[in-house]
């Protein structure tokens, strides 16, 4: 298939900030717990859910028309479906019949009557209930009760110092970008590679600044009871890696993210606009160049990926393969220079970060670094810049209105401090009740899964035993922990106290890093969850090999005691099915019960199983969401088998009960990916995100499945038909 890039929309789009729906596999040994803020960083939108930490992007398009055209964009080749996620198509056609195109049959009035929120693109089932969990935490810190527990006490009091600082504008207009220009002082005065090296070595630096190399700790994937430190390339700001091979500098410096907001804030700083020019082309001219060394997103989605990336060194060969970029000194400014294990996620990019760490190129690294911490910070400062960029992420993305104040203050403090407002609101809001519920649906959809193992014709024995042991031995991690880390430590100064949004930054990134540090060495507690309470969202992680439905997936439309069976499993039944296929697909088959990085597999199995997953992927790679645009289906295959394998485990519990209303459950579960967005979002979600379309999850799956033909009375010739020797079987 042919691959045309039109660059400017790829580049607008690469700004858009991008999050993926309910049931995605968590990176394996993934270094960022989402129970604790990044170190340094701009803080992640929430009210739109996200898996893992940050947004999977991946993928070069196959282009011919931009999306947003008139034109038929939504006709296909391969199937008679409309893309019927976006709404200004769906306002297009008329109603479908159940047999030709089920997503719509069952969506149509919804989509075409329901408005997306003020500052939103898209709008869906998990939105609606992330926005119910923000009012819920909204409340929390408008209205905060009385605590008696000296640990919620101290929550509260953390979280409430950090809402007020927040939503104090005159404090914040008054201040301006003082405390910012204050953090990159030292680092604007760089003229030479000793200082970049003394700039690199500064405790700040790793605190509250971006670095030249990332460093984390989290799970070993080659011995999951104990943490290693993994050294991971730099962030670029237009994201994956593939859009630099398109742009040029005329192209970073015409976006408005890049020109406006970075801009303006250069010029806050006291640079002239000649100068904010240079050091904006001088940024984009190292990223261009270090682009080269850093894997796309297409390749981190990859089957092979997690061994690519799984290059364990001492601090030796570290030193070795860095040769004069001062890996060393990072990591002791990190205090992780006596790891006894490092895993370099990426030794392309180290061995490019030697050549260019020369006395010719430093102006280069010191303008990369300063553009970065400053879009790192643009939330955090003045009105004007605050309004700014809202305004341009708006135009970038196509969604209206501005979110309220209060709204994003409590964004910003779920960000900020996810454990403390998460204990407050599991107190408040997650019950005993529905945690005992939902591991009791769990348990039940494991014992099926148990079964449809032990059936499998196409694995040996020696492979099936260790499937087995795989399934057994899952961590379910439901509602809430039984155990919470002892944060009693943290604190910073508030507004009274003299302090301010970038100054509490650094108080807590420097309790955060000397947590990190305190793990290096040290055996995994796997009692502790590596998720927020109160996040709308599921996952599976390799590393510890556990499933964690978070306390907010469980309530509004997705989750309620009282649904038939039929709509439990179409909801929360579908998620927990969705995200224990993941310890199966293939990306969670390398890994072993205890989260090992490990080959259990024979070689007769895999090659079985692999061919299984190339038909799926073939069968995406048909599809053609926009005109000439397909499916990448080694982009979404992992996630794609995992919706596969979940309906199949539903359908083959529900076989068992013969008073099952298969109407209600299929309409259910359309309901469930019921999605509205725009055009501008959908196709930047096509070529970033690791999950199918939201109504590809809907059809490609249900056609699959002879109790979806029964039930509608599919035949030849009709939309949602695919041919008996078509349909896809993983597992």
């Known amino acids: 298939m042919k691959r045309i890039y039109k660059k400017s929309l790829a580049i607008a789009l690469a700004l858009i900030t991008v999050f993926n729906m309910t049931g995605c596999v968590q990176k394996p040994g993934n270094p960022q717990e989402s129970g604790e803020p990044q170190v340094s960083g701009q803080p992640q939108e929430s009210g739109e859910p996200q898996e893992s930490g940050e947004p999977q992007e991946s993928g070069e398009p196959q282009e011919s028309g931009e999306p947003g055209e008139s034109g038929g964009l939504f006709e296909t080749d391969y199937a008679s479906w409309v893309n019927s996620d976006v709404q200004e198509w769906v306002k297009q056609v008329g109603e479908a019949d159940a047999k030709d195109d089920f997503h719509l049959h069952v969506n149509r009035d919804w989509m075409v009557n329901t408005t997306i929120p003020d500052g939103y693109s898209s709008y869906d089932p998990i939105t609606e209930r992330a926005l119910q969990v923000d009012s819920q935490l909204m409340d929390i810190l408008e209205n905060p009760e009385k605590e008696t527990d000296p640990e919620l006490i101290h929550d509260q009091e953390l979280v409430q110092k950090y809402y007020t600082m927040w939503l104090d504008w005159d404090a914040r207009n008054e201040l301006g970008v003082q405390a910012l220009k204050e953090l990159l002082d030292p680092l604007m005065e760089v003229e030479n590679l000793d200082d970049l090296t003394a700039y690199l070595s500064m405790p700040r630096t790793v605190i509250s600044a971006t670095e030249l190399a990332q460093c984390e700790v989290s799970m070993d994937?080659?011995?999951?009871?104990?943490?290693?430190?993994?050294?991971?390339?730099?962030?670029?700001?237009?994201?994956?890696?593939?859009?630099?091979?398109?742009?040029?500098?005329?192209?970073?410096?015409?976006?408005?993210?890049?020109?406006?907001?970075?801009?303006?804030?250069?010029?806050?700083?006291?640079?002239?606009?000649?100068?904010?020019?240079?050091?904006?082309?001088?940024?984009?001219?190292?990223?261009?160049?270090?682009?080269?060394?850093?894997?796309?997103t297409e390749e981190e989605s990859a089957r092979?990926?997690?061994?690519?990336?799984?290059?364990?060194?001492?601090?030796?060969?570290?030193?070795?393969?860095?040769?004069?970029?001062?890996?060393?000194?990072?990591?002791?400014?990190?205090?992780?220079?006596?790891?006894?294990?490092?895993?370099?996620?990426?030794?392309?990019?180290?061995?490019?970060?030697?050549?260019?760490?020369?006395?010719?190129?430093?102006?280069?690294?010191?303008?990369?670094?300063?553009?970065?911490?400053?879009?790192?910070?643009?939330?955090?400062?003045?009105r004007e810049t605050y309004d700014l960029y809202y305004k341009v992420i708006n135009d970038i993305s196509g969604a209206v209105g501005t979110k309220s104040d209060k709204k994003s203050a409590t964004d910003a403090v779920d960000d900020f401090l996810p454990t403390q407002l998460g204990r407050l609101y599991s107190e408040k809001y997650v019950s005993d009740e529905t945690k005992n519920e939902v591991t009791d649906i769990t348990k039940e959809i494991m014992d099926e899964y148990r079964v449809m193992l032990s059936e499998e014709t196409f694995l040996t024995e020696e492979t099936r035993k260790?499937?087995?042991?795989?399934?057994?031995?899952?961590?379910?991690?439901?509602?809430?922990?039984?155990?919470?880390?002892?944060?009693?430590?943290?604190?910073?100064?508030?507004?009274?106290?003299?302090?301010?949004?970038?100054?509490?930054?650094?108080?807590?990134?420097?309790?955060?890093?000397?947590?990190?540090?305190?793990?290096?060495?040290?055996?995994?507690?796997?009692?502790?969850?590596?998720?927020?309470?109160?996040?709308?969202?599921?996952?599976?992680?390799?590393?510890?090999?556990?499933?964690?439905?978070?306390?907010?997936?469980?309530?509004?439309?997705?989750?309620?005691?009282?649904?038939?069976r039929e709509e439990l499993f179409a909801n929360v039944g579908d998620t927990i099915a969705h995200e224990i296929s993941h310890?199966?697909?293939?990306?969670?088959?390398?890994?072993?019960?205890?989260?090992?990085?490990?080959?259990?597999?024979?070689?007769?199995?895999?090659?079985?199983?692999?061919?299984?997953?190339?038909?799926?992927?073939?069968?995406?790679?048909?599809?053609?969401?926009?005109?000439?645009?397909?499916?990448?289906?080694?982009?979404?295959?992992?996630?794609?088998?995992?919706?596969?394998?979940?309906?199949?485990?539903?359908?083959?519990?529900?076989?068992?009960?013969?008073?099952?209303?298969?109407?209600?459950?299929?309409?259910?579960?359309?309901?469930?990916?019921?999605?509205?967005?725009?055009?501008?979002?959908?196709?930047?979600?096509?070529?970033?995100?690791?999950?199918?379309?939201?109504?590809?999850?809907?059809?490609?799956?249900?056609?699959?499945?002879?109790?979806?033909?029964?039930?509608?009375?599919?035949?030849?010739?009709?939309?949602?038909?695919?041919?008996?020797?078509?349909?896809?079987?993983?597992?």
């Open 466 to 564: 260790e499937a087995i042991k795989k399934l057994d031995s899952l961590a379910l991690r439901i509602a809430k922990p039984d155990k919470w880390e002892d944060d009693a430590g943290l604190n910073f100064a508030g507004s009274s106290e003299g302090g301010n949004l970038i100054s509490a930054q650094d108080e807590v990134g420097a309790y955060w890093v000397e947590r990190m540090k305190s793990r290096i060495n040290q055996k995994v507690d796997r009692d502790l969850w590596t998720s927020r309470v109160q996040q709308v969202n599921a996952f599976y992680d390799p590393s510890q090999n556990s499933i964690t439905l978070c306390g907010g997936i469980l309530g509004g439309t997705l989750y309620d005691p009282n649904m038939s």
């Open 583 to 731: 310890a199966f697909d293939t990306t969670g088959c390398q890994f072993d019960e205890k989260g090992n990085l490990r080959n259990w597999w024979t070689e007769q199995d895999q090659a079985a199983f692999s061919t299984r997953a190339d038909k799926l992927a073939a069968y995406y790679d048909n599809i053609e969401p926009f005109m000439d645009v397909y499916c990448v289906g080694s982009q979404i295959e992992g996630e794609a088998i995992a919706d596969l394998v979940a309906m199949k485990i539903l359908l083959r519990i529900a076989q068992k009960d013969k008073n099952f209303n298969y109407d209600e459950f299929f309409r259910t579960f359309a309901q469930t990916w019921r999605t509205i967005t725009t055009a501008r979002s959908e196709y930047y979600v096509l070529s970033q995100d690791t999950h199918p379309l939201p109504y590809l999850r809907v059809n490609c799956v249900v056609q699959q499945f002879d109790e979806f033909y029964d039930t509608y009375g599919v035949k030849k010739g009709d939309g949602m038909y695919l041919a008996p020797q078509d349909r896809l079987e993983v597992w």
């Open 304 to 382: 092979d990926a997690v061994v690519r990336e799984n290059n364990p060194r001492t601090l030796e060969e570290l030193e070795a393969e860095a040769g004069d970029f001062p890996i060393r000194s990072i990591l002791e400014a990190y205090g992780a220079e006596n790891s006894d294990s490092y895993i370099l996620t990426q030794p392309d990019w180290i061995a490019a970060m030697d050549v260019l760490y020369t006395e010719e190129y430093v102006g280069h690294l010191r303008d990369y670094l300063i553009c970065y911490t400053i879009q790192d910070y643009a939330t955090l400062l003045d």
């Open 221 to 296: 994937w080659n011995n999951a009871d104990y943490y290693a430190v993994y050294v991971m390339p730099v962030d670029l700001i237009f994201g994956d890696s593939m859009y630099y091979g398109y742009m040029e500098e005329s192209d970073a410096l015409s976006e408005p993210y890049y020109n406006e907001v970075i801009r303006h804030i250069l010029v806050e700083l006291g640079y002239s606009d000649e100068e904010a020019t240079e050091v904006l082309k001088s940024c984009f001219a190292f990223e261009k160049d270090i682009s080269e060394y850093i894997m796309t």
